[in-house]
């Protein structure tokens, strides 16, 4: 007979995590890539009582995935989906809490909820769908559309700066943040089962395409053709190396990083940038962030930064105990009751 305090592991499949809800994406969406990984990883990644996983989101095509997910979900409002999930895991510390978003929901009417998460290092896994258009409501410009971007509400093209998804959770101290690409689906199954294993606020930024109303944003990170000299895949430990025959390589000149060409002799990969994800200081964390933004530099996916500290869940459940070790259970009524009264006569 099993000893009652072992734990009951249970093997689940992909299909386990896929509800019985009609999938209800546009056809060729990158949508449907991200689901199929999530469901294909979350067997590694569970392996006792999927009762204890909770999908939250906000409002946009991305925040159905509670629907499809064969888990408990809460399908939020506008903005809220990071406020609802911290709220779920500080009430309910033993759950995992993964949040589905988009460009739109998390960045623009939720973007200061998103920092506090970061910030306070809550426990919660965000996936944003990163499109860098507003979908569901047909085709605006959002907080990533790139400069001039030309849309319904902007025709003359957008004269905004958009937000760096990457460098704005680095600055805001989340733990974990990486990037992935719908079309990668191997990487994004790693991306996902790594942030499912770290603890504390994992975020990670989806290049996802919305082939409706901004088809082809990411062809250069996603067709055969173009890819490998475009994309950067960061790996712990090893040196940037990216191109059709690996025969390119980043190397830092000062805080600047530079493309080299390894084919040539005068490089080699001893020469180059080695990649360290646990990096204490965020100053290269940021510096790689803002790559794909300087000419000819290619696009990192990967995880950037990873650090390890206490959570904000973790911090109120040791207080909590840390008090009632000192005066024991409290009495809520004598609390409402107690303090500053005042007779109004």
Not at 102 to 111: E, F, N, T
Not at 244 to 268: C, H, Q, R, W, Y
Request: charged content about 25%; overall charge negative.
């Amino acid at each position: 007979m099993a000893n009652s305090t072992e734990k009951v592991v249970t093997k689940y499949t992909a299909k386990d995590f896929s509800s019985d809800q009609d999938v209800r994406w546009c056809p060729g969406c990158g949508d449907y890539s991200i689901l199929a990984q999530v469901q294909r990883t979350f067997p590694e990644i569970v392996t006792e009582h999927k009762e204890n996983i909770v999908w939250v989101s906000g409002i946009g095509c991305s925040s159905r995935f509670p629907y499809y997910m064969n888990t408990y979900g809460i399908h939020g409002i506008h903005g809220r989906a990071a406020t609802i999930a911290s709220g779920v895991k500080i009430a309910n510390p033993d759950l995992a809490v993964w949040v589905a978003t988009g460009d739109g929901d998390m960045l623009s009417i939720g973007g200061n909820h998103f920092i506090h998460a970061c910030r306070k290092n809550i426990d919660i896994k965000i996936l944003m769908f990163n499109n860098r258009i507003y979908g569901l409501t047909k085709g605006q410009y959002s907080p990533t559309s790139e400069k001039g971007k030309v849309t319904k509400t902007t025709p003359f093209g957008s004269v905004d700066y958009p937000f760096n998804p990457i460098s704005l959770a680095i600055g805001s101290e989340a733990s974990f943040i990486a990037r992935s690409l719908d079309r990668n689906a191997k990487h994004m199954q790693e991306m996902i089962r790594r942030a499912g294993e770290h603890k504390g606020t994992a975020f990670i930024e989806i290049f996802q395409n919305c082939n409706i109303f901004n088809d082809g944003a990411f062809e250069l990170l996603t067709e055969k053709d173009t890819k490998e000299d475009n994309v950067l895949v960061m790996e712990h430990e090893k040196p940037l190396v990216f191109g059709k025959n690996s025969d390119k390589g980043i190397k830092l000149d000062g805080m600047t990083p530079v493309v080299v060409d390894l084919s040539a002799g005068e490089f080699t990969k001893d020469d180059l940038w080695i990649h360290d994800e646990f990096e204490k200081s965020p100053a290269r964390a940021i510096i790689l962030s803002h790559m794909e933004e300087m000419p000819g530099m290619p696009t990192p996916i990967g995880i950037f930064r990873q650090i390890h500290k206490e959570t904000y869940d973790e911090g109120i459940e040791r207080q909590i105990a840390n008090i009632k070790s000192k005066k024991g259970e409290g009495d809520l009524e004598k609390i409402l009751f107690s303090g500053n009264t005042w007779e109004v006569k």
